[in-house]
Every structure is written in structure tokens, then in C-alpha cells.
């Protein structure tokens, strides 16, 4: 039902990540119904009345120490299963890495996104690297293998289609991973607020074919060579 009101799920863990968010939402939305018909019905039965003088109650019986305890109780035992679902899943998603098939870093600034890929040689921080700004490209089915980092303040890398959502936090790279599994054109927005620019921080997903890959790949290599051998005509 809540499923349809998400974005697109293009990701392995999409799912599980959208599962908790309905299991969440159903065991804190019935807590609110009951407790705000719960406080409507007070207001109402115990209302101002003429002649009926407001009764002073302690709390020094457990009868009337578990109006607060038991709720606190039952609260606390939810909570508790929450975390019980969760954990598997941030432990699959935070805390593990499959073996993976590409490698970007993933650098954000006041106000863009720049992607770093690590060109033939699999490496990043070698001669044959490019970037790319405003549009991350990755191949569909593939593990890809996010190294991020800031370049002036705190930023966050909020992809909604793949329920991926980390901090960029300057001084740090924080490693991450994800599998895209549907091929489409995806944003990749900023969730941290980090100036007057923030809201223009937009940036473009593109998942696609191996074939449409490689030749996106090709293309950026070929062009970045040759700005490289003609840096006077830039
Ligand atoms: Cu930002």
C-alpha cells in the first residue's frame, strides 16, 4: 500500500529498505492513532465540570505507576523488534562488501557532484583516471564500489531510487556499495544543507547496459586524452 507513494525501487536492497519503512510506519502510525484517540477521550471524560473539584493523584501505588511504566514497556519491547528486523539489513547494506565490478569516488563540493572513475587500470589516483561532473554512469547488475568524500563542507549523497543515502564528511573517505538493478535515469540529490547553493545540488544517475557502458566509458576516455594532449585549445 505505502509502496506506491516511494520512488522508483532501482536497487538490490530497495525492497528491504521499503519493507522497514512499512513495518516502521505501521507500528508507530497505530501508536499514534491509539494514543491521540487516548488523549481526545481523556480531554473529553475528564473535562472541567462545575462543582467538580480537580483530584490531586501521587504516583506512589504500582496501579497508578503503570499508567506510565507499562507503556514505557511496551514502547521499549517495539523498539526492540524494530532493531531486531533492522540489523540484518544495515548489517547487509553498512556492513558488508560483495566483491565489486566498478570503483568510483565520489567527491561533493559547494555545489556539485564530481565522479572519479579509475579509467583501464582499475586504480584510482593513476595517469588514466577521469572525471565527470553532474552524472555518474554505471553499468546495470553491476556492484559498484563508492568511495566518498568532501571537498569543503558536509555534504550527503541521497539517491532515492536506490534507498542509498551516506554522509560526506570532509577529511574522510567513507566507503559504500550498491547494485543497481533497473536501467533508467535516476537523481542524485544532496540531503545536507551546505550553503546557498544546496538546493541546485543535482546531479544525474544513468543506469545502463554493459554495452552502452563501455561505450560511455570509451567516449570519456578518448575525450579526456585528447583534452589532456591539447591543453591550448581548452
Ligand atoms: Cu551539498
Redesign the pocket.
Known sequence: MFDSWLPEAASSYAEKIDGLLVFITVIVGAWFLASEALLVYLALRYRRVEGRPAAYIPANTLRVMAVVLVPCVVILVFDLVIDAVAAPVWHEIKETQPPHDALIRVS?E??AWRFFYPGPDGVLDSADDFEVVNEMHVPVGAVVLFELVAKD?L??LWIPALRLKQDAVPGRSIRGWFKATREGRYEII?A?I??FG?TL?KSGLVVENQTAYRAWLDSQQGTQLAEAGHPGQR
Do not use: A, L, R
Open positions: 561533493g559547494q555545489w563542507v555534504h550527503s544532496c545536507e551546505c550553503g544546496h545540488m
